[in-house]
């Protein structure tokens, strides 16, 4: 199973946006300064928060905005919005011999369960919400100073 690190750097953004969005402008350049990433890849990304409804953004003077509150945004949502290949997360490999007994039934007998661990997978998402990492990040700044 992988996720790709677009999850992670869409968090990134909308933590780096409620942090410093309320003293300066927040910008693709200035994300992208903050993820160690190519602005292009930020905004996509941005793109991708943008149509889900998680992000406003305005341009000119008026940057990028959390559109809802923190605490109504779950990992799920931010999964949702930028992960492109999320039917599947386990891939099975593809070659297995017809001639063996196991090569020639493991995906029906592996399927279903890999299914149930998807769902499960994305009902814990649905659990975690920005706000979390939000309070979290705020701690480990006050502790660092």
């Known amino acids: ?10 968090i990134h953004i909308l933590a780096a946006v409620e942090y410093f969005g309320k003293e300066e402008k927040v910008t693709s350049d200035f994300l992208a300064s903050s993820i160690g990433s190519n602005p292009v890849i930020i905004r996509n990304l ?3 928060l943008k149509n889900a409804g998680l992000i406003e953004i305005k ?10 509150p923190l605490d109504e945004i779950t990992f799920y949502d931010v999964y949702e919005a930028v992960e492109k290949n999320k039917d599947d997360l386990f891939h099975f490999h593809e070659n297995t011999n017809p001639k063996c007994p196991v090569g020639r039934n493991i ?4 399927y279903g369960k890999l299914q149930d661990v998807q769902k499960d997978f994305e009902e814990s998402l649905k659990k975690h919400k920005l706000s979390d990492v939000i309070a979290d ?4 700044i006050a502790k660092a100073g």
């Open 46 to 48: 941005m793109s991708d």
């Open 1 to 10: 199973m992988q996720i790709s690190t677009k999850f992670t750097i869409a």
């Open 137 to 140: 990040l705020y701690k480990e």
């Open 107 to 110: 995906h029906s007998a592996l």
């Open 59 to 68: 341009r000119g003077p008026g940057g990028i905005r959390i559109a809802r």
